[in-house]
């Protein structure tokens, strides 16, 4: 038998190996931190994440599911893309399931953008942007955001370029909270030329007040460059079980079927997503989503009257543009027991959470204001 090889006996790591130059320029992901238990009482405003668990239903189905986990899920997902077409109104094979949005958000790049092509979007706006850009060879031109924090589209369509290859419009935009209306995605569709895919990342939808939210299924029936990126994390509570989906033209949805990792959603999240679309489940999900809006009208009431003056959010959020003084306010919070998400010197994002954290929110801005 060949001897063992003890640890003293490893030999040396090296530094050798080779790692694609791109990476280095990559800005690292910053996760929402997490609720330190020390003894303080604290809760987790710093990541979007729904204050309640899953519907007992879709628990119930992902337990169940887990019987079958011995063996690999359905990689085409087909029970549940056959679902989000009816929903949809599309056919099944233009739907594209993944390890959610931001999963699917990397096929996209994959899919459409080579060394060196552009991708357009707004900043500050999902900081995953720029890492599923950069790492996959793209070059990001990030687009500042107006004075409001919202999408500064004039300058969006002016920084198109022969080498633009993808457009991405986050609405409602995280994390500051403004979202597009109809007309303005269409105003904007007009000065895009039809061979750049414009995806519009709607992971906040259903937050959004459903009498103004923008009609993206019409959007997209008329525009054949555009894709609709959705998640299952936010309202539907399956964050940890990570699975979302793209609604997309033929010629698209094919693309992000070659590029997608096989067997990426799990036989747990497709059955719970699927169960979420059930129209019991939809009912309560709908009630959970009218709480919430009507906790973040709560809270920036409250926040107003103490003379913040925040964008106008349609998230499960609400941002504020402390500046310079983010870090400072995010750790002002988290001594007293909130733990918020704090954006270089942008601003301090806090997630509509439990009753109670939002509450603690209203104190502790009202303290801040008054030092």
């Not at 280095?24 to 979007?48: C, M, Q, W």
């Not at 519907?55 to 019987?67: E, N």
């Not at 601003?347 to 204001?369: F, K, M, P, S, Y």
Request: proline share 6%; aromatic share 6%; net charge negative.
């Amino acid at each position: 038998m060949p001897a063992q090889t003890t640890h003293d006996q490893l030999p040396e790591p090296t530094e050798s190996v080779r790692i694609r130059p791109a990476l280095e320029a990559l800005p690292a992901y910053v996760p929402g931190k997490p609720a330190v238990d020390d003894g303080t009482r604290r809760f987790k405003a710093s990541s979007n994440e729904s204050p309640f668990p899953p519907v007992d239903a879709v628990r119930d189905a992902a337990i169940t599911a887990l019987d079958g986990s011995n063996r690999y899920p359905d990689m085409a997902a087909l029970d549940l893309r056959e679902a989000l077409g009816t929903q949809h109104g599309a056919d099944p094979s233009q739907i594209s399931v993944s390890t959610g949005s931001v999963a699917v958000s990397g096929d996209l790049v994959r899919a459409v953008v080579g060394e060196g092509d552009e991708v357009v979007y707004a900043w500050r706006s999902f900081e995953a942007y720029p890492i599923l850009v950069g790492s996959h060879g793209g070059v990001s031109v990030q687009v500042p955001l107006t004075d409001t924090f919202e999408h500064d589209l004039e300058a969006m369509a002016a920084a198109i370029t022969e080498r633009t290859r993808l457009i991405i419009l986050c609405t409602p935009n995280n994390p500051t909270g403004p979202s597009l209306s109809t007309e303005q995605i269409e105003e904007f569709l007009d000065r895009v030329p039809e061979d750049v895919v414009v995806a519009i990342d709607e992971a906040y939808r259903e937050f959004h007040d459903p009498a103004t939210v923008a009609g993206t299924a019409g959007i997209f029936r008329r525009h054949g460059n555009v894709v609709l990126l959705r998640t299952f994390s936010k309202l539907q509570g399956l964050a940890g079980l990570r699975i979302g989906y793209a609604v997309a033209h033929p010629r698209l949805a094919r693309a992000l079927s070659q590029v997608t990792v096989p067997f990426g959603s799990s036989l747990p999240a497709q059955v719970a997503a699927l169960a979420s679309l059930r129209g019991e489940v939809q009912e309560e999900l709908a009630e959970r989503a009218e709480w919430i809006r009507d906790e973040r009208s709560r809270v920036t009431a409250a926040l107003a009257e103490q003379g913040w003056d925040l964008p106008v959010s349609q998230g499960n959020f609400v941002f504020f543009p402390v500046g310079e003084e983010s870090a400072a306010f995010a750790a002002f919070a988290d001594e007293r027991g909130l733990v918020l998400r704090a954006y270089g010197d942008d601003g301090v994002r806090a997630t509509i959470a439990e009753q109670e954290a939002n509450d603690l929110l209203i104190e502790i801005a009202g303290a801040w204001r008054r030092r």
